[in-house]
């Protein structure tokens, strides 16, 4: 499987405070996405990258924003955690927009 | 980019051959159609991936007729470790960068 790992795997935090979560990947795919997935439901596409300092928006965007300063680091930040946003994430990688994508372990995320 | 219909949810038997259905009626002419499995507490992983015809790999088979508007991932002799989430995609060639995924399909394999 391709190098993609998730930090922290588990995180409880407070509502209000800043959160940030990493994906970080060592096969040098251009593109990266974050997802968060919510019990008996799919995936919902947050932000994507499709490049280093190049992103976009996904289906559920408000409340979270991303960077990517380098090809194997994509970064997403809760800028203030709200109960809502407890959620499993997901980051994934490709190599192509044709190419499979790879996903990470997940990041456990409980706001309280 | 198409979208993607397919059930919410199936219930098969250790043994049975299943097949899910997808409809995309949309399909452009560079999509691909790609299925990914989803474990529970795991992210999902690349099953297989076709433009026509059929496509098979030593975990299932992709069926596409010849207008594209469906495809059908069938699962030879399923076992209990093949309940999972089936999500089918229609991936663009032509770099269409979002890769958003549908609800999927909840398969249940019963003993």
């Known amino acids: 499987d391709a190098g993609i790992t998730q930090s922290p795997r588990h995180k409880v935090t407070e509502t209000g405070t800043p959160v940030t979560l990493r994906c970080h990947q060592t096969?040098?795919?251009?593109?990266m996405y974050w997802y968060r997935q919510d019990p008996g439901h799919g995936l919902r596409l947050i932000h994507y990258?499709?490049?280093?300092?190049?992103?976009d928006k996904g289906e559920v965007s408000d409340g979270y924003s991303v960077s990517r300063s380098k090809t194997e680091d994509f970064l997403l930040t809760l800028e203030s955690a709200t109960s809502s946003q407890t959620s499993v994430y997901f980051c994934?990688?490709?190599?192509?927009?044709?190419?499979?994508?790879?996903f990470g372990q997940g990041t456990r995320l409980t706001v309280v | 980019l198409a979208k993607t219909t397919q059930p919410i949810s199936m219930d098969s038997y250790e043994g049975q051959e299943v097949n899910i259905t997808c409809s995309h009626n949309?399909?452009?002419?560079?999509?691909?159609i790609t299925w990914y499995q989803q474990f529970p507490s795991q992210g999902p992983r690349f099953i297989i991936q076709?433009?026509?015809t059929k496509v098979t790999n030593e975990v299932a088979s992709l069926f596409i007729p010849a207008d594209r508007k469906s495809s059908t991932l069938s699962l030879p002799r399923v076992s209990l470790s093949d309940t999972a989430v089936y999500y089918c995609?229609?991936?663009?060639?032509?770099?269409?960068?979002?890769?958003?995924f549908g609800a999927g399909t909840r398969l249940a394999v019963h003993p």
């Open positions: 994934a990688s490709r190599f192509g927009t044709d190419t499979e994508a790879f």
């Open positions: 096969e040098n795919h251009r593109y």
């Open positions: 990258s499709y490049g280093v300092k190049d992103t």
């Open positions: 949309n399909i452009a002419t560079n999509d691909y």
């Open positions: 076709g433009y026509k």
């Open positions: 995609l229609v991936t663009f060639s032509g770099g269409y960068n979002k890769l958003i």
